[in-house]
């Protein structure tokens, strides 16, 4: 995973360096380290490093400040200024400014080689970032590689995930405003950051990490309701990061009993992702326990069975829709959701409730059935159920 300042902190202990300002940040991430001495510099920054400013490029003292900010706007992690010649000492609007922001200011006496300590800083990423590949890799096999489990279980022990723990997997898709592609590289690597700050770095025992162009989260030893709570979050944060007509599916899977039955979980969470885009349910999250009869349904691997009782339940509607252009498979889908209520149904399809009365009639005489019998309008949902799982 990637690493914290505060873990990188530990690799330069004897160096003097003092935190001045930002403390609540001090567990960001860093994804690299950088000297930036001039404003066209912080263009260069891609997010999630640490800067380090001598001076030596400053014209006049008021223009730290304006460079401090550029490199927060640009959102790395965190500064170190080099006190010394061009700095003599850190002004008080700088350390209110980063106070405010919870941006990390660290103070470094000029005698310090901060050579020295880029070079610290980048072994210690390069080795956070190895090891992060390293996990992905484990849980992309745990999932997707179950008989070779064995192999990578040691592994799993030396990130510190144990095997007897329960495991939970979200899984999270964007689509481009069409609805049918994933969004572009870039702005999956700009979201994965920010899920990683939420969740990797704030939570222990779990791990993110993108698959297929989808993202998935991986949670050990947790509660269902603190998974939503956590995904939420995700949630809230990440939204502002789409264009308007952009989709995001939240889907939280079924706990495992262990790590060998991660890929159920998996499984359960694409479940979830099917029902969601079939139900238009975007921008919302959703677990697999919110199913209801959708589990039993999905549960079902005869094709035969599913398409028999397809058959002999909506299928007459469906057909007779198709060949006379009639809507009734919509009434009925409304009608069944509104509990037979008729003023619903006319509110929300704008029909009249003589209408309505016609059109219940003529679904009754296609399917030969009888709408005011409890039984026929649950075998009814079931069956507009399963035409959604086809």
């Not at 880029?118 to 992905?136: C, D, G, H, P, V």
């Not at 700050?197 to 991986?218: A, C, M, P």
Request: aromatic share 10%.
């Amino acid at each position: 995973m990637a690493i914290k300042i505060s873990e990188l902190l530990q690799s330069i202990s004897e160096k003097e360096m003092k935190l001045v300002a930002g403390k609540k940040g001090i567990n960001n991430i860093v994804r690299w380290v950088h000297m930036v001495e001039h404003k066209d510099i912080t263009f260069y920054l891609k997010g999630q490093e640490v800067a380090i400013i001598t001076g030596i490029a400053l014209e006049k003292a008021e223009d730290l400040f304006d460079l401090v900010k550029r490199i927060y706007n640009n959102d790395a992690s965190g500064v170190i200024i080099n006190v010394g010649p061009y700095i003599d000492k850190i002004p008080e609007e700088i350390i209110k400014f980063c106070d405010e922001n919870d941006f990390p200011l660290f103070e470094s006496p000029w005698h310090v080689y901060m050579a020295e300590v880029m070079r610290k800083f980048s072994y210690e990423i390069t080795l956070s970032l190895q090891s992060n590949l390293e996990l992905a890799g484990i849980f992309k096999n745990a999932i997707f590689f179950q008989d070779v489990l064995e192999l990578y279980i040691p592994q799993l022990k030396k990130n510190n995930f144990r095997e007897e723990w329960s495991y939970c997997l979200a899984v999270i898709e964007i689509l481009k405003e069409d609805g049918v592609h994933i969004i572009d590289k870039k702005k999956r690597t700009l979201i994965l950051k920010n899920i990683e700050n939420i969740v990797t770095y704030n939570h222990e025992r779990t791990f993110v990490f993108e698959s297929d162009g989808r993202f998935i989260l991986v949670f050990a030893n947790y509660s269902e309701e603190k998974i939503k709570s956590i995904v939420e979050t995700v949630k809230n944060k990440c939204m502002h990061l789409l264009t308007k007509n952009e989709k995001m599916y939240f889907c939280i899977g079924k706990a495992s009993k262990n790590i060998k039955c991660i890929a159920k979980s998996h499984r359960k969470a694409l479940d979830v992702l099917k029902i969601q885009k079939i139900n238009d349910c975007k921008n919302e999250v959703t677990m697999y326990s919110d199913l209801g009869a959708y589990k039993l349904l999905l549960s079902i691997d005869d094709r035969e069975i599913i398409n028999e009782y397809y058959q002999e339940t909506i299928e007459p509607l469906v057909k007779y829709d198709q060949l006379n252009g009639t809507d009734y498979v919509l009434v009925l889908d409304t009608y069944l959701k509104y509990n037979g209520s008729l003023k619903e149904v006319a509110t929300q399809l704008f029909y009249h409730r003589n209408t309505i009365n016609y059109k219940l009639n003529k679904i009754q005489e296609i399917l030969s059935c009888d709408l005011s019998e409890l039984n026929t309008r649950l075998l009814l949902i079931l069956g507009l159920m399963l035409r959604k799982t086809m």
